[in-house]
């Protein structure tokens, strides 16, 4: 009998480890089933630049699969019984249901409101196409000197800030931040940061926390009135609820914990990775929400779902990061170093390089998603057992040889 793995999500942990599990394992002893709404990839790390108005390569899944053994079915995931082991999904033909062996949860995430007051309601978001989308059509009917505040002054916020105001020098474009601009960075990735934004003409708001929108304005926590005809939402991710709806053992925003091999800490049967899972990385801090650990993430949980079934050796390659790949609209870029568990260091890269290393990540993330064995050849074992159905196994020590890099 073949052992049926379903991968939730088609993102780039998803479709990684899709990919890397088929060329893992022998194609008459497993059965691996991708399910994903969309029929194709989504570059999220470039929903900022689809926003203003660029258009991306489009990356059908079933072109990305085609060949590799890997099922795809385009339906929505409406829930997980991981008791019974059964996936509810709605396609085209109604609702139905999936069993599994082996789960791999990877659904991402979306834009997160954090409930502040109008923000549903007046603000748009990039974590998702149809957001991206929306904003780039709104923005193309704006005049002259109308102004765009973007919310949120992290990497994505950066990012979209200066994107959108590269793309339209005739707006009105500012930034509101939380805390001092680019206030984790190091002072030569600060300064930088301070002075694309000055030529750009972006204003920047700091110490402003956005405790309200409207139609034509944000309000901060201290009583300031930003004008916006557009507010654009970038304040972090939030996990969809379907994880938190189950018996799995979840944090209090319903991302699944796990161990180091990405398994599951209450279900051994199911791998949680992408921005979905809640994994420690270096000195015991939390992987942030990013492709770049989404990444290694998948690799992880490919190689420990595989080694586990066919009895070979448990992957223990430390997930660890090296920089922080931010751009700065097309033409400029700051790469910050960082160090094994994500803190600055006093390093940077800048300028025209920056933007065209930064550039280089996102078309090696891309290539990633479709070469899940990063070129190596396709080593497929023959399954020799079933998961051990023990809850709470101990991990691997976080160390080894070797690291799995972590790049955004
Ligand atoms: C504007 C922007 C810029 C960013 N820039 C960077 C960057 O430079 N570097 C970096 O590392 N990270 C960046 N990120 C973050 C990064 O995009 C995410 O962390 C990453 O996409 C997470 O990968 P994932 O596979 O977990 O989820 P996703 O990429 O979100 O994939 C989830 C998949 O699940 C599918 N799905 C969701 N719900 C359902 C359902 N109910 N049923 C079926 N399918 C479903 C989705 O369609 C999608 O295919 C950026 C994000 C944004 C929005």
Same mark, same amino acid.
């Not at 085609?66 to 997980?80: H, N, S």
């Not at 109604?94 to 082996?102: P, Q």
């Given at each position: 009998?073949?052992?049926?793995?379903?991968?939730?999500?088609? *993102?780039?942990? *998803?479709?990684?480890?899709?990919?890397?599990?088929?060329?893992?394992?022998?194609?008459?002893?497993?059965? /691996?089933?991708?399910?994903?709404?969309?029929?194709?990839?989504?570059? +999220?790390?470039?929903?900022?630049?689809?926003?203003? *108005?660029?258009?991306?390569?489009?990356?059908?899944?079933?072109?990305?699969?085609?060949?590799?053994?890997?099922?795809?079915?385009?339906?929505?995931?409406?829930?997980?019984?991981?008791?019974?082991? /059964?996936?509810?999904?709605?396609?085209?033909?109604?609702?139905?249901?999936?069993?599994?062996?082996?789960?791999?949860?990877?659904?991402? !995430?979306?834009?997160?409101?954090?409930?502040?007051?109008?923000?549903?309601?007046?603000?748009?978001? /990039?974590?998702?196409?149809?957001?991206?989308?929306?904003?780039?059509?709104?923005?193309?009917?704006?005049?002259?000197?109308?102004?765009?505040?973007?919310?949120?002054?992290?990497?994505?916020?950066?990012?979209?800030?200066?994107?959108?105001?590269?793309?339209? $020098?005739?707006?009105?474009?500012?930034?509101?931040?939380?805390?001092?601009?680019?206030?984790?960075?190091?002072?030569?990735?600060?300064?930088?940061?301070?002075?694309?934004?000055?030529?750009?003409?972006?204003?920047?708001?700091?110490?402003?926390?956005?405790?309200?929108?409207?139609?034509? +304005?944000?309000?901060?926590?201290?009583?300031?009135? /930003?004008?916006?005809?557009?507010?654009?939402?970038?304040?972090?991710?939030?996990?969809?609820?379907?994880? =938190?709806?189950?018996?799995?053992?979840?944090?209090?925003?319903?991302?699944?914990?796990?161990?180091?091999?990405?398994?599951?800490? !209450?279900?051994?049967?199911?791998?949680?990775? *992408?921005?979905?899972?809640?994994?420690? &990385?270096?000195? &015991?801090?939390?992987?942030?929400?990013?492709?770049?650990?989404?990444?290694?993430?998948?690799?992880?949980?490919?190689?420990?779902?595989?080694?586990?079934?066919?009895?070979? =050796?448990?992957?223990?390659?430390?997930?660890?990061?090296?920089?922080?790949?931010?751009?700065?609209?097309?033409?400029?870029?700051?790469?910050?170093?960082?160090?094994?568990?994500?803190?600055?260091?006093?390093?940077?890269?800048?300028?025209?390089?920056?933007?065209?290393? =930064?550039?280089?990540?996102? =078309?090696?993330?891309?290539?990633?998603?479709?070469? $899940?064995?990063?070129?190596? $050849?396709?080593?497929?074992?023959?399954?020799?057992?079933?998961?051990? $159905?023990?809850?709470?196994?101990?991990?691997?020590?976080?160390?080894?040889?070797?690291?799995? !890099?972590? +790049?955004?």
């Amino acid at each position: 009998m073949q052992h049926r793995i379903i991968v939730l999500g088609a *993102g780039y942990a *998803g479709a990684i480890a899709a990919g890397r599990l088929a060329r893992r394992l022998r194609r008459e002893d497993v059965a /691996i089933t991708v399910v994903n709404a969309e029929p194709d990839f989504v570059e +999220r790390v470039r929903m900022h630049q689809l926003a203003a *108005g660029q258009d991306l390569k489009p990356r059908p899944l079933n072109e990305m699969f085609a060949g590799t053994g890997v099922e795809l079915r385009l339906a929505k995931v409406d829930g997980v019984d991981v008791d019974r082991k /059964i996936v509810a999904a709605t396609d085209d033909n109604g609702a139905g249901e999936l069993a599994y062996d082996t789960l791999v949860y990877a659904l991402g !995430s979306g834009w997160n409101s954090r409930g502040v007051p109008g923000a549903a309601e007046h603000a748009y978001q /990039i974590a998702s196409r149809p957001g991206a989308l929306r904003l780039r059509e709104r923005l193309a009917r704006l005049d002259a000197g109308q102004a765009v505040v973007v919310v949120g002054g992290g990497l994505t916020g950066l990012e979209a800030a200066t994107e959108l105001a590269e793309a339209r $020098p005739d707006l009105d474009v500012a930034l509101a931040a939380h805390g001092g601009l680019g206030d984790w960075l190091s002072p030569k990735g600060r300064q930088h940061l301070r002075k694309v934004f000055g030529q750009l003409g972006i204003t920047v708001h700091e110490q402003a926390a956005v405790a309200g929108v409207e139609a034509d +304005r944000v309000v901060t926590d201290d009583g300031r009135a /930003i004008a916006a005809a557009v507010t654009v939402w970038a304040t972090g991710f939030a996990v969809h609820p379907i994880a =938190k709806a189950t018996t799995l053992e979840v944090t209090g925003t319903g991302r699944i914990v796990v161990d180091a091999t990405m398994r599951s800490v !209450s279900h051994p049967d199911v791998y949680a990775i *992408g921005d979905a899972a809640f994994a420690m &990385g270096r000195g &015991g801090k939390p992987l942030r929400m990013s492709c770049a650990s989404g990444t290694p993430m998948a690799w992880q949980a490919a190689d420990a779902i595989a080694a586990r079934l066919t009895g070979g =050796k448990l992957p223990n390659a430390p997930l660890r990061y090296f920089n922080q790949c931010i751009s700065l609209g097309r033409k400029e870029g700051l790469i910050q170093y960082v160090t094994a568990d994500d803190r600055a260091v006093p390093a940077v890269l800048t300028g025209r390089l920056a933007a065209a290393y =930064k550039e280089l990540v996102c =078309k090696g993330a891309a290539w990633g998603v479709a070469n $899940p064995m990063l070129g190596l $050849p396709a080593r497929r074992r023959r399954v020799t057992r079933q998961p051990a $159905p023990a809850a709470r196994q101990p991990a691997p020590a976080v160390r080894g040889p070797e690291s799995r !890099s972590v +790049r955004r």
